[in-house]
């Protein structure tokens, strides 16, 4: 019996180093699959850090841009204003009777007609032969 019980031993003894022989390499293939996994975290880690900088260098580009289109916007603005008081300054000129006066004038000089100057100036046929005449 007790060869028996020896063998039965051996035997388990065997058995449960199979058994842990399997264990250590299970647990070498998970450790080389774990530091497979890491590796590949590591590199997730670096291309999100890579993907925030280049957004953060986005959003700077894009508030510098908004800012100087503000800018741009209101030099526009301002340039419009200046331009619209030209234009008013200009109206004014253009429709004062010394300025129709002197278009009337030279438009005579160059031959052109009362009837072609009246219509050009949009004053009256008889306003133009009348300051044709006081010339």
Known sequence: MSDLLIILLTISEVVLLGVVIMFFLRLKKSEALLSGIQLKQEEFIKRLQFNTQLENELVATFERRQLELVNLN??????????????????????????????ILKGHRAGKTPAQLANATGLGLEDVELIIDQA
């Open 74 to 103: 209101n030099e526009i603005e301002g340039r419009v204003a200046e331009l619209k008081k030209l234009v008013n300054q200009a109206d004014t000129y253009c429709k004062s009777p010394q300025f129709m006066r002197e278009i």
